[in-house]
C-alpha cells in the first residue's frame, strides 16, 4: 500500500484544515487507518484512527471535538477535518495502515507509512 498525505499549510490559530491520506496499490476496505503527528524534539503521536469496514473511530484526547476523521470508498481516501486549531497542533501529521492493529495508538502495529505534511498554526 502506497499512502500519500497532503493538505498541510499555515494557519492562524482558531482555523481549519482538511489532511487527506490517498492510498494506492490496495484498496483500505481492510484496514485500520490512523492519522499521527510528531512535533520537533518530541515523541511521534496518536491523532485519530479509523476502521475502514466498520466505521469505528478514536481520538486522543487532545483533539476530541475539534478533529474528525473519515473516509471515502470511492476515492480511496482518508480525511482529517482539524478545526478550532491551536498552535500545540503544530507538527507533521502522517498517515500509516495495518490490517489489525491491536493498538491503534501504537506506531509499531502499523505496517504501512506515508510521508509527512506540515501543519503550522500561528498565535
Known amino acids: 500500500v502506497q499512502l500519500q498525505a497532503s493538505g498541510g499549510g499555515l494557519v492562524q490559530a482558531g482555523g481549519s484544515l482538511r489532511l487527506s491520506c490517498a492510498a494506492s496499490?490496495?484498496?483500505?476496505?481492510?484496514?485500520?487507518v490512523g492519522w499521527f503527528r510528531q512535533a520537533p524534539g518530541k515523541e511521534r503521536e496518536f491523532v485519530a484512527g479509523?476502521?475502514?469496514?466498520?466505521?469505528?473511530?478514536l481520538y486522543a484526547d487532545s483533539v476530541r471535538g475539534r478533529f474528525t476523521i473519515s473516509r471515502d470508498g470511492a476515492k480511496n481516501t482518508v480525511y482529517l477535518q482539524m478545526n478550532s486549531l491551536k498552535p500545540e497542533d503544530t507538527a507533521v501529521y502522517s498517515c500509516?495502515?495495518?490490517?489489525?492493529?491491536?493498538?491503534?495508538?501504537?506506531?509499531?502495529?502499523?505496517?504501512?507509512w506515508g510521508q509527512g505534511t506540515q501543519v503550522t498554526v500561528s498565535s
Open positions: 500509516a495502515v495495518d490490517q489489525y492493529p491491536a493498538n491503534w495508538r501504537d506506531t509499531d502495529e502499523y505496517d504501512y
Open positions: 496499490g490496495r484498496t483500505l476496505s481492510s484496514y485500520t
Open positions: 479509523i476502521a475502514w469496514r466498520s466505521g469505528s473511530t
